[in-house]
């Protein structure tokens, strides 16, 4: 199966961070099949922060949603990820975006990623990878998302992949 992950922090060396973070992705979770370019992103619901830098990656996973879901909390935990502050600083932020077509609606994990079309920091690189890609409630591609999000917030390109 392919799934989505979108990563993001603000605390600490981000992109070190990130390359410490995808061997980690592959040995518990899958193997890592694309990655997108870094984006810049102004902090989102608690403004007053460090900008944020962003990415998508596409990964090939014989994992369910909750597996995955429980091996990114620990990858999280991995970095010093203490979640005190919603919304607030951290050293790094992993979220199960999309696996493959399914919907999963349980206390922990809601599947597509609920606020996929409301966040341009995800959007755009995953555009990048996978315009196609068809969110499988609104029934429309990420390409299509993107057109339409409201979100009109600044995501400038780091560094492309």
């Known amino acids: 199966m392919t799934a989505f992950l979108s990563l993001g922090g603000n605390l600490g060396n981000t992109r070190e961070i990130f390359e410490q973070t995808y061997p980690l992705i592959e040995k518990k979770i899958g193997r890592i099949l694309q990655k997108s370019s870094l984006y810049q992103t102004a902090a989102w619901g608690i403004t007053d922060q460090a900008d944020f830098l962003n990415q998508v990656i596409e990964i090939e996973t014989t994992q369910n949603p909750e597996e995955i ?74 390409k299509e998302l993107l057109a339409l999000t409201t979100d009109t917030s600044t995501v400038t390109l780091i560094q492309h992949l």
């Open 69 to 142: 879901l429980t091996n990114l909390l620990a990858i999280e935990l991995h970095f010093g990820r203490v979640r005190d502050i919603k919304w607030g600083p951290r050293s790094i932020d992993l979220d199960l975006l999309l696996f493959g077509n399914q919907q999963v609606n349980t206390p922990h994990l809601t599947l597509p990623h609920p606020r996929i079309q409301d966040r341009k920091f995800i959007l755009i690189p995953l555009v990048e990878i996978a315009p196609n890609t068809l969110h499988p409630i609104l029934g429309k591609s990420v």
